[in-house]
């Protein structure tokens, strides 16, 4: 069930270049978000911008009745979100959207990040192992970033005992290359059982392309947490439609709102542009 409601800023502070970590107090949010879930932020009670802002849910503590958000400053909305202080209020509703599916206890499942697409596989991985679904050896995470400094999530991935792949376009730090590069290495040898393996993953859309080709070729399960803006956030203003595969013949399609039938969906559905 969403709420809104207004939520407390706990903490704020920054983790790396232009990335923010905020952890926010509110209680009814952090005992009710899933994996996948996300909240709808007013950023600014001037009114400009006007709409709220998406952003996923990347950590909770039910007991304290807080939960996280990372985000990266590109405009007015997270401009103005970046300068809030510990004590300002804001208004938001949540927690909207469904969540990923919960993988069988044989699966090996792979989470595959790129940027600030890291929040909601890092609430999935650590509910999994929270819920006693998967043990951390079961449990693969590649993460991208364009450079070490980036890499705002390693020290916490960590703590998880996952097995931990990094990845940057400049080489920094682990993998040199995309971090679809290095999930498709892994892939294509032999270290991997593929009939096992269940795969999950956000991040831009480029990176979302090539994943769903590397699903399709090796015929790989996989959901998507998609990115986009969401204007309302709740389905009426149609402005985050997506098209999926129809299901009345090959060239037909249907439009899906991500904020209202997602953001989570089986890769293989997406529809994508060129």
């Known amino acids: 069930m969403p709420y809104q409601l207004d939520a407390t800023v706990a903490a704020i502070r920054s983790i790396a270049p232009s990335l923010f970590r905020m952890t926010l107090h509110c209680p009814a949010i952090a005992r009710s978000s899933l994996p996948g879930n996300f909240?709808?932020?007013?950023?600014?009670?001037?009114?400009?911008?006007?709409?709220?802002?998406?952003?996923?849910v990347h950590d909770v503590n039910t007991t304290e009745g807080i939960f996280e958000i990372i985000f990266k400053v590109v405009g007015?909305?997270?401009?103005?979100?970046?300068?809030?202080?510990?004590?300002?209020?804001?208004?938001?509703?949540g927690p909207l959207g469904n969540s990923f599916t919960p993988p069988h206890k044989k699966n090996i499942v792979?989470?595959?990040?790129?940027?600030?697409?890291?929040?909601?596989?890092?609430?999935?991985?650590?509910?999994?192992?929270?819920?006693?679904?998967?043990?951390?050896?079961n449990i693969l995470f590649y993460v991208g970033m364009r450079t070490r400094s980036e890499h705002f999530d390693l020290p916490e991935l960590w703590r998880m005992r996952v097995n931990l792949f990094p990845a940057t376009d400049d080489g920094s730090f682990g993998y040199r290359g995309l971090v679809t590069s290095c999930f498709k290495?892994?892939?294509?040898?032999?270290?991997?059982?593929?009939?096992?393996?269940?795969?999950y993953t956000c991040g831009p859309e480029e990176m979302l392309?090539?994943?769903?080709?590397l699903s399709a070729k090796y015929n790989i399960p996989c959901e998507a947490s998609l990115e986009t803006a969401m204007?309302?956030?709740?389905?009426?203003?149609?402005?985050?439609?997506?098209?999926?595969k129809g299901t009345q013949g090959h060239e037909s399609f249907d439009l899906k709102r991500v904020c209202k039938n997602g953001p989570v969906f089986p890769l293989e559905e997406i529809i994508w542009h060129d």
């Open 76 to 93: 007015r909305g997270t401009s103005s979100l970046s300068r809030m202080k510990k004590g300002d209020m804001l208004n938001l509703l």
């Open 209 to 213: 392309k090539e994943m769903a080709r």
């Open 110 to 137: 792979a989470l595959v990040a790129g940027g600030v697409g890291v929040p909601p596989l890092h609430f999935f991985a650590k509910t999994l192992l929270q819920k006693k679904k998967l043990p951390p050896r």
């Open 39 to 56: 909240v709808h932020i007013l950023t600014s009670k001037a009114g400009e911008p006007f709409w709220r802002r998406a952003y996923s």
């Open 231 to 244: 204007p309302c956030g709740i389905g009426a203003c149609m402005g985050c439609t997506v098209k999926v």
């Open 185 to 199: 290495e892994a892939i294509q040898s032999t270290s991997l059982a593929l009939d096992d393996l269940k795969v």
